[in-house]
């Protein structure tokens, strides 16, 4: 068990115990490992979101066969600042990231209106 754990409620460290015990006798996948801990101990930014290069967003967009007008509207973002990921002159940061990586994982269909 990490440091953080040990500030949690005895019965939230018992069921990450389970957790891990599972994880390790085989039981559970790493995946659903992962959102019992994420959801009772939190999760790091860093380690559940990568960075995507100009390409990727390009083909991300594209490959949900939009404009940048309406992939820009999706996100709550600009056109000019879509414009500017696709050539690489800003990286995404902040709910811009988060939102592209839930994309990347899950398609348009999870941010489409």
């Known amino acids: 068990m990490t440091n953080k754990t040990k500030e949690l409620p ?3 460290r018992a ?14 996948d ?3 490992h992962q959102k019992i801990t994420a959801r009772h101990v939190g999760r790091t930014a860093a380690s559940t979101l ?3 290069t100009p390409d990727e967003i390009r083909e991300l967009r594209e490959g949900a066969h ?5 992939f820009a509207k999706y996100l709550n973002l600009t056109t000019g600042y879509v414009s500017k ?5 800003s990286r995404p940061t902040g709910a811009a990231l988060v ?15």
């Open 85 to 89: 990921l696709e050539r690489g002159a």
């Open 30 to 32: 790493q995946e659903a």
């Open 99 to 113: 939102l592209l990586n839930v994309i990347r994982r899950h398609g348009i269909e999870a941010v489409a209106l």
């Open 10 to 12: 005895r019965l939230t």
């Open 66 to 70: 939009l404009s940048q007008a309406v």
């Open 15 to 28: 069921l990450l115990e389970t957790a891990d015990d599972m994880r390790a006798g085989g039981l559970i």
């Open 50 to 52: 990568q960075q995507l």
